[in-house]
Every structure is written in structure tokens, then in C-alpha cells.
């Protein structure tokens, strides 16, 4: 396990070995034998699921949540709560309304399940650390979270309503900075913005509309001397260029685009990337053995500014 490994990976540079991410997410409640809910809820479980997600896998860093729920949450949208999977998000409160009518906020450390989150990080960072493993800050994107605040219509309203669009996103984007701030706060040497759905809108549109609404997290980060990143789902093939050059030092994609692709892709801007273990067809599903998968996203990746992880 290394530190410093992962984070030279994620900045682009060639570290002494390729670092190794395992986005382990509530998979670290089953490891501990605990559900996803019960996991989520308490910092203690918490903190020990992820502990033993980096122990058990030899991980040089992971997520000390992976919940796309937690800004939503905080700024006041309700949950339903799952015993093997994340919460998923129950009511978009600026779906028809304006956000000053909505009277939504700006979260605080003390906002919703923020509390829970950072107790838990005082309890795994020491731990983490002993074990060289970079504990790691995922917050959710502006564009996701525009959809859990304003719910699908946002995918429509980015063409036919973007006065509404703008409002919701860049509020979305201004609550991504309060979590980075409290990421780096907590003592997380990694921090990513995850917007696993800007990968379904235009180029164009990714630049008018998640591109300015990252900036502020961004910042925030960088301004706390931590590394940050990208991490976007699907096929990005059409908006990769506007993820490279986003600001952060890197980014992640996932197992449908092809890593020698993405590679020269990052190497021709001087940023870190991440991926490309199939997490369905190899690890989920097993239609094709994880260890030649394995093989095949260590040779494409090859050796600068490459983390292996799941796509």
C-alpha cells in the first residue's frame, strides 16, 4: 500500500508502482457482515467497514463512502433506505419550484448525515494511514445532483428551460464546494467529484453547464492542497475531452471505453486516469476471468498517471 503512489498517479506523474483503487462503497458492509442502511447510519460500523475494505483488498486508497445521496440529503431531500444497496433519493424539491421559493440552503458540517460522516473519518483516518492508504473524498457532481434536486426534467431543461437549468446547477455546484471543503477538512488527501450522468449530455452542453459548476469545488480543493479528480459513468466518448480539461488533476471513467484510448487521451493533457476493470462482465457477473481482465487494463494503462480500479 502506498500513499504517495496514488497520489502521484492521480496528478498525472509515474509513481513507482501502479496504485490500486478498489471503490469498495457499501460492499464494505458486507465485508463486515453489516447491511448497507445500518453501515450508512453509524459512524462506528462506518469506519470499520471501510478499514477492512483497505486491509482486506490492500487497497493505496478508498472511498470512505461512495453515496451520491449525501448533498441531496443535507440540503433537504428525503431518503429511502436499502439494506444492501445506497438510499436512494425520494422527492426533488425544485422539480416546480424556484430555489429561492424552495428556501433551500447552502448545507453547514452539521446538515444531514455530514455528523455521521465525519465522525467516521476521525475514526478511519489514523487507521488508514497506518496502513499507507489514502482515504478518499467522493462528492457528488453538479449535474447529478441537479437531477436529484430538480429530478429528471433537468435533462430536458439544459435545452429547453436553461434559466432554470443554470439556477439549479450552479446551486448543485456551490453545495459541491461546502462538501469539498469538509473533505479536506476531514483530513481526505484525495477528493473527487463523481457526475456519473454528464456522460448522457453534449459536449457543448457539458461546457456551459457542468465545466463552470465544478469550478467552485475544484478550488476548494486545491486551495486545501489536496488532489482532486473526475469521475464520470457510461460512455463518455463524446464529452472526454471537455473531462481532461475540467482543471482536476485527473479523472475516472468506466469499463464501456477503451483504456489505451483513454490513456493517450490523459497523457496529451498531463492528467492522472483511472479505471478499467470490469466491474459487471468480470467481477459481478463473471463472463470474463478478473484475472485476465486485470492483466489486459494493467497493460493498456500502462505506467504514468494510471490507477487500476473498476471501471
Not at 430536458?156 to 448543485?172: L, P, R, S
Request: charged share 20%; glycine share 8%; proline share 6%.
Amino acid at each position: 500500500m502506498s500513499k504517495q503512489n496514488l497520489i502521484d498517479a492521480y496528478r498525472g506523474k509515474r509513481p513507482a508502482a501502479v496504485p490500486w483503487v478498489p471503490y469498495s462503497g457499501v460492499h464494505s458492509a458486507f465485508l463486515i457482515n453489516e447491511p448497507a442502511d445500518k453501515f450508512l447510519k453509524d459512524p462506528k460500523i462506518l469506519a470499520k467497514g471501510v478499514v477492512e475494505a483497505a486491509r482486506r483488498y490492500h487497497a493505496d486508497g478508498v472511498p470512505l463512502l461512495f453515496d451520491l445521496s449525501v448533498e441531496a440529503n443535507a440540503v433537504g431531500c428525503d431518503l429511502k433506505w436499502w439494506p444492501d444497496n445506497v438510499p436512494s433519493v425520494t422527492n426533488h424539491p425544485l422539480s416546480d419550484k424556484t430555489l429561492a421559493a424552495s428556501g433551500l440552503k447552502l448545507p453547514t458540517k452539521d446538515s444531514g448525515r455530514w455528523p455521521v460522516i465525519m465522525e467516521a473519518a476521525k475514526l478511519a483516518k489514523p487507521q488508514l494511514d497506518e496502513l499507507d492508504c489514502v482515504m478518499m473524498g467522493l462528492l457528488c457532481g453538479p449535474l447529478t445532483l441537479g437531477s436529484h434536486l430538480a429530478g429528471v426534467r433537468i435533462f430536458t431543461d439544459v435545452y429547453k428551460n436553461k434559466d432554470k437549468a443554470h439556477e439549479v446547477i450552479k446551486f448543485a455546484g456551490e453545495v459541491g464546494a461546502v462538501s469539498a471543503k469538509l473533505y479536506a477538512d476531514m483530513g481526505c488527501d484525495i477528493i473527487a467529484i463523481v457526475d456519473p450522468v454528464a456522460s448522457q449530455i453534449k459536449p457543448e452542453t457539458f461546457r456551459e453547464f457542468v465545466t463552470p459548476n465544478c469550478q467552485p469545488a475544484i478550488k476548494a480543493i486545491h486551495d486545501a492542497g489536496k488532489t482532486s479528480s473526475f469521475f464520470i459513468c457510461g460512455d463518455c466518448t463524446r464529452v472526454m475531452e471537455e473531462v481532461c480539461k475540467l482543471g482536476t488533476h485527473g479523472f475516472a471513467i468506466d469499463e464501456q471505453l477503451n483504456l489505451l484510448w483513454v490513456r493517450d487521451m490523459a497523457l496529451k493533457y498531463g492528467v492522472g486516469f483511472g479505471g478499467n476493470l470490469k466491474l459487471t462482465l468480470a467481477l459481478s457477473l463473471g463472463l470474463l476471468s478478473p484475472r485476465e481482465d486485470a492483466i489486459v487494463s494493467l497493460a493498456s494503462g500502462g505506467a504514468t498517471g494510471f490507477t487500476f480500479a473498476p471501471g
